[in-house]
C-alpha cells in the first residue's frame, strides 16, 4: 500500500536502519555530538537564529510558542482544524485571543489582520499556519507578517509550518517562530518537534514559561547540544539519517521536485474534471473537492494500493488529499492520478483513456 496522506508519511528504509542500532543514553559525548549535528543542520533548514528539539508532536510546539511568546493577548487565524487548534491552545492555558476565521479553502487576507490589530492594541502575537493542512491551503504568511510588523514590530508571528518547512523554502524575515513536526516532509516518524526562533523570539522568551515546554530551559541546554528532559534521541538519529538522505541531492532539488509533482499532480486531476478545493493551493498536498471523494478514497485503498486521506467535520466524504511532502518517487506520484482515473471510469462518471497520466508525465518531464 502507497502511503499517501499529507502526515504520517512514509520513513524511508535508511532512516530506518538507523533508527534501529541500539539505543544511546542522552547524557553522553556521543550523543551529543548526534545532537550538534541534527541541530546545525536543523538550523541551516530552518534559516533561523536559533532552533530547539522537543519530544512531543507537532501540538507540543504550538503550545509552547502559544505559552512562551504570547503574553496579553493572541490573534489566531482559523482557516482549518491546525488553525482552530491554535485558539483552542489559547483558550486551554488562558490566554486572551482574537480569532479570525474562513472557510478552509479561503486564505487569510492582510487586510483583515491589519484591522484586527489596528482595534486591538495588546495583540503580541500572531499563530497561522504557513499550510492550513485540513484544506490542503497556503496562507500568505510572510505579507502578514511584514504588514504586522510595520503596526508593531515588537509583535511575535508564530507560523505553524508543519506541512511546509522541507516543502518550500520559508522567507523567514519576519517569522519569529516556525513551528515544526517529524511525521510531515521530513518523512521520520511522529513524537520529535521542532521550533526555529528569531533573536527577538529568544529576547521575549526571557526567562521562559511553564515547565515542560520552558523554551528558556531548552535553550539553554540545547546550545550546549544536550535537552532538558530525556531526548528523543532515536528520532534524532533518524533526522541526521533523513538529512543525509535529502543532502544526496540537495535541500532545492527536493523543493524543486515537489513543487513539480505538486503541479503535475493538479494538472492532471484538472485535466480529468476536478476541481482543487483551495483558491491558493500549497505545495505540500493536492486537495480535490468532490461529491464522491469518500468513494473515490475507498476504491484506491481497497483496489489501486493508495492510501489518500479525507477531509473533517463539515468536509468529511467531500475532500481527498494527496500528499506532495517528502523524497516520493515521481512514479508513485504518476500512479496514483492514474489510479483516480481509473475510479472514474468505475464509477461511471468518465471514460478511462489515460488522460491523467499523460498529463502528470508532459507537466513533470516536458516543461
Ligand atoms: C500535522 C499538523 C500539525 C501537528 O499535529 P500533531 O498531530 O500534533 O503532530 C500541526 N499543524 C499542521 C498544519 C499539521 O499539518
Known amino acids: 500500500m502507497l502511503l499517501f496522506t499529507p502526515g504520517p508519511t512514509p520513513v524511508p528504509e535508511s532512516v530506518r536502519q538507523a533508527m534501529a542500532t541500539p539505543t544511546l543514553h542522552h547524557r553522553t559525548p556521543e550523543f551529543e555530538a548526534i545532537f550538534k549535528e541534527a541541530r546545525e543542520r536543523l538550523l541551516s533548514l530552518l534559516g533561523m537564529d536559533e532552533c530547539v528539539m522537543i519530544a512531543s508532536s507537532g501540538t507540543g510546539a504550538m503550545q509552547a510558542c502559544m505559552l512562551n511568546l504570547c503574553e496579553k493577548k493572541a490573534l489566531t487565524i482559523n482557516a482549518g482544524k491546525f488553525g482552530e487548534r491554535f485558539g483552542k491552545i489559547a483558550d486551554a492555558v488562558g490566554k486572551g485571543k482574537i480569532e479570525l476565521c474562513y472557510e478552509w479553502n479561503t486564505p487569510a487576507s492582510v487586510e483583515d489582520v491589519e484591522k484586527a490589530l489596528q482595534e486591538n492594541k495588546d495583540i503580541d502575537a500572531i499563530f497561522i499556519q504557513v499550510c492550513e493542512s485540513a484544506g490542503g491551503l497556503r496562507h500568505p504568511v510572510e505579507a502578514i507578517a511584514k504588514c504586522a510588523k510595520e503596526i508593531n514590530p515588537q509583535i511575535m508571528i508564530v507560523a505553524d509550518g508543519i506541512t511546509a518547512v522541507g516543502v518550500e523554502k520559508i522567507d523567514v524575515t519576519h517569522i519569529d517562530a516556525l513551528v515544526t513536526g517529524s511525521q510531515k516532509a521530513l518523512m521520520l516518524p511522529p513524537g520529535l518537534a521542532m521550533i526555529g526562533l528569531s533573536g527577538k523570539a529568544v529576547e521575549k522568551i526571557g526567562k521562559g514559561k511553564d515547565y515542560y515546554f520552558n523554551l528558556a530551559t531548552e535553550i539553554k541546554n540545547q546550545q550546549k547540544n544536550t535537552t532538558a528532559w530525556t531526548a528523543a534521541t532515536t528520532l534524532i538519529v533518524g533526522l541526521n539519517a533523513i538529512f543525509d538522505e535529502i543532502d544526496k541531492e540537495g535541500i532545492d532539488a527536493l ?27 500549497a505545495l505540500s498536498m493536492s486537495t480535490v473537492f468532490d461529491e464522491d471523494a469518500e468513494t473515490i478514497r475507498k476504491l484506491l485503498k481497497t483496489k ?8 473533517q467535520d463539515h468536509l468529511k466524504g467531500k475532500i481527498f488529499r494527496i500528499n506532495q511532502m517528502g523524497l516520493i518517487p515521481v512514479y508513485e506520484s504518476a500512479w496514483v492520478v492514474n489510479a483516480i482515473e481509473l475510479a472514474l471510469d468505475e464509477l461511471g462518471k468518465r471514460t478511462f483513456d489515460g488522460t491523467a497520466s499523460r498529463v502528470f508525465s508532459e507537466t513533470y518531464f516536458k516543461v
Open 304 to 311: 489501486y494500493g493508495v492510501n489518500m486521506a479525507g477531509g
Open 255 to 281: 523543493y524543486e521536485a515537489t513543487a513539480k509533482r505538486s503541479k503535475a499532480t493538479q494538472a492532471a486531476l484538472e485535466a480529468i474534471g476536478f476541481t482543487m478545493y483551495p483558491k491558493i493551493p
